[in-house]
């Protein structure tokens, strides 16, 4: 069966630091991988998506993660947060062609001026 | 959030009453799921069905029912079997059941207190 493990449930950080959310995933199957986000009261907004093809993968608001298949990782960076970066992220997976997904526990990412 | 409606945002209940969670999507999408958030634990899949007429139990089903008549249409009772009901609800759905690597679209959620 599939899992996540977001291994920070909180992150602190200055305004225009970078920031790196950890996310690793076990599966036994092939894998897409998403990273969400939520902010307070909404629902979620996907950020980007790894199907297949190059590791690196950019999404929206100047996020970017990486596929490390021997690591089993899925990390989200940010080379430099702004304040409205402040929200909840989750890490899912999903099995190839199986359109259940499952969650992380989520990162709350606090961004301080 | 898209095509996708819920209401309401806020619901309050007392304690032993069943209640009605109501979803809606105009994005023409095959599937659609329930999850419940509660603080620390993420998404929980509730519920889903990926075509009119019939669904299947997610990971904590007890509890709740739903019914699939439409494809637009996908409501969540939270009976008064379930222990915990107060959480916020999300609803999602996802485009195409015979398309492989797609996503799931998510509403703007209702956040249901049980008094």
């Known amino acids: 069966a599939q899992s996540v493990t977001q291994l920070d449930s909180q992150v602190p950080v200055f305004e225009e630091a970078p920031v790196e959310l950890r996310c690793n995933y076990s599966?036994?199957?092939?894998?897409?991988l998403f990273w969400y986000v939520q902010y307070p009261n909404q629902g979620l907004q996907l950020l980007l998506k790894y199907l297949s093809g190059s590791t690196l993968v950019k999404g929206i608001n100047g996020f970017e993660a990486e596929f490390n298949k021997s690591q089993t990782s899925f990390h989200l960076r940010k080379p430099s947060v702004h304040i409205s970066d402040t929200a909840e992220y989750f890490c899912a997976v999903t099995a190839g062609g199986y359109n259940k997904l499952i969650f992380g526990a989520g990162t709350r990412l606090a961004v301080h001026p | 959030d898209g095509g996708i409606t819920q209401s309401p945002k806020y619901l309050f209940r007392k304690e032993g009453q069943n209640v009605t969670l109501s979803c809606e999507q105009n994005?023409?999408?095959?599937?659609m799921y329930w999850y419940r958030q509660d603080p620390g634990q993420g998404l929980r899949l509730i519920y889903y069905s990926q075509i009119v007429n019939d669904f299947q139990k997610g990971d904590i089903a007890e509890g709740y029912s739903v019914s699939r008549e439409k494809k637009e249409s996908f409501p969540l009772t939270v009976t008064s079997a379930q222990k915990n009901p107060t959480a916020f609800y999300l609803c999602?759905?996802?485009?195409?059941?015979?398309?492989?690597?797609?996503?799931?679209?998510f509403g703007p959620g209702t956040r249901l207190t049980v008094l």
């Open positions: 994005l023409n999408h095959d599937a």
């Open positions: 599966s036994s199957v092939s894998v897409y």
């Open positions: 999602a759905t996802y485009p195409s059941t015979t398309r492989e690597a797609d996503t799931q679209y």
